[in-house]
């Protein structure tokens, strides 16, 4: 059930800007654990919740991580990102390394919600077919309903493809 969200930094970010949002909590004390299964939750289509996964450059320790997000019911392509973005490999940050480089807990992970610059933001190209995306707000259970061109502005993210769809 939804009801009305305590604010975060990532909703900060926005009234900042100017930019309108809808912020929504559900309760995420059941046992989920997916972009989907929170799209259910909200009442929303898969495709319409974006999902921001933190990635690696293989081999480069010190280089920034890559911020994608993609819709949540899409698989991301690693190779193909590379390729995308010119690097040699690329790789999933472990649950630890996404906490500690965001300051989030994953499953709350916001691209909005950084403190300071975290990495290079990519959004996947099937966003700009949507008016409005969700994206969580920084938290578990919390999410942020906003128009897509606003989320490129206030983000910077680049459009790329990040599967084979």
Not at 2 to 16: C, G, I
Not at 22 to 49: K, M, N
Not at 126 to 147: K, N, Q, Y
Not at 159 to 165: A, D, E, R
Request: hydrophobic residues 40%; without cysteine; aromatic residues 4%.
């Amino acid at each position: 059930m939804a009801k009305p969200a305590k604010k975060t930094h990532a909703m900060r970010v926005l009234e900042s800007r100017g930019i309108s949002y809808t912020a929504t909590t559900y309760d995420d004390s059941a046992a989920f654990h997916t972009a989907d299964e929170a799209a259910a939750l909200l009442g929303v289509p898969a495709d319409a919740v974006y999902k921001t996964l933190v990635v690696m450059r293989e081999g480069q320790p010190r280089a920034k991580p890559l911020i994608v997000m993609l819709p949540s019911d899409a698989q991301l392509d690693l190779k193909r990102l590379a390729a995308a973005v010119g690097e040699k490999s690329l790789r999933m940050a472990t649950q630890r390394e996404a906490e500690q480089l965001t300051g989030m807990q994953v499953g709350g992970i916001s691209v909005l919600g950084f403190k300071r610059p975290v990495g290079d933001v990519y959004l996947d190209e099937r966003a700009r077919t949507m008016e409005t995306v969700h994206i969580s707000a920084g938290e578990r259970g919390t999410d942020i309903s906003l128009r897509t061109e606003d989320l490129v502005k206030v983000s910077g993210a680049v459009y790329v493809v990040t599967n084979g769809s």
